[in-house]
T-cell receptor
């Protein structure tokens, strides 16, 4: 389907659990992103990484902790989440992070998260 | 504010008709635009893009039109098929130093057989 994969595809967790979402891109890109997609809301950017360094953080609560060990992998560690954090979490990648003239972002299939 | 907005949340068309999905943007400095298609249970899929030095770009059955004067973007789908049923997003590079695209809220396209 695309060169960006995400696991797991579905996740149910309690508010006291700790879990991690994984993203892997096979496109040789240098930038990776986490987005949150809630019902009837535009995509919300959470984090941007370029060459393993975080270059943007959109004031995301500390209960979400990203990790980028190399340019192909991106993790989102979750702990003590709230029910309102239930959403589709999307990973994306692009050749480089956004610059003048634009960069196409390619998305993974997402992880559907339900927090009970 | 700086946002990408969509005129219609839901568009219903007959199979075989042409579809037009519209998008308004507010930042005149935006220089790159993308249309994405998101089917149920899937991530957004790239359809077509256009840079601000162009007014029109065509792909297979899709055409994107850019009107910079009124800051309007549209996606035209020719001979709409049931497989085109999805949510369509426009996204823009606003050139504000932000490191990612800015997305609209989406329009749901329903194709009636």
């Amino acid at each position: 389907e695309t060169g960006v994969t995400q696991t797991p595809r579905h996740l149910v967790m309690g508010m006291t659990n700790k879990k991690s979402l994984k993203c892997e891109q096979h496109l040789g890109h240098n930038a990776m992103y986490w987005y949150k997609q809630s019902a009837k809301k535009p995509l919300e950017l959470m984090f941007v990484y370029s060459l393993e360094e975080r270059v943007e953080n959109n004031s995301v609560p500390s209960r979400f902790s990203p990790e980028c060990p190399n340019s192909s992998h991106l993790f989102l560690h979750l702990h003590t989440l709230q029910p309102e954090d239930s959403a589709l979490y999307l990973c994306a990648s692009s050749q480089d992070f956004l610059r003048e003239g634009g960069e196409t972002q390619y998305f993974g299939p997402g992880t559907r998260l339900l927090v009970l | 504010g700086e946002s990408v907005g969509l005129h219609l949340p839901t568009l219903s068309v007959q199979e075989g008709d042409n579809s037009i999905i519209n998008c308004a943007y507010s930042n005149s400095a935006s220089d790159y635009f993308i249309w994405y298609k998101q089917e149920s249970g899937k991530g957004p899929q790239f359809i077509i893009d256009i840079r601000s030095n162009m007014d029109k770009r065509q792909g297979q059955r899709v055409t994107v039109l850019l009107n910079k004067t009124v800051k309007h973007l549209s996606l035209q789908i020719a001979a709409t098929q049931p497989g085109d049923s999805a949510v369509y997003f426009c996204a823009e590079n606003q050139n504000t130093g932000r490191r990612a695209l800015t997305f609209g809220s989406g329009t749901r396209l329903q194709v009636q057989p």
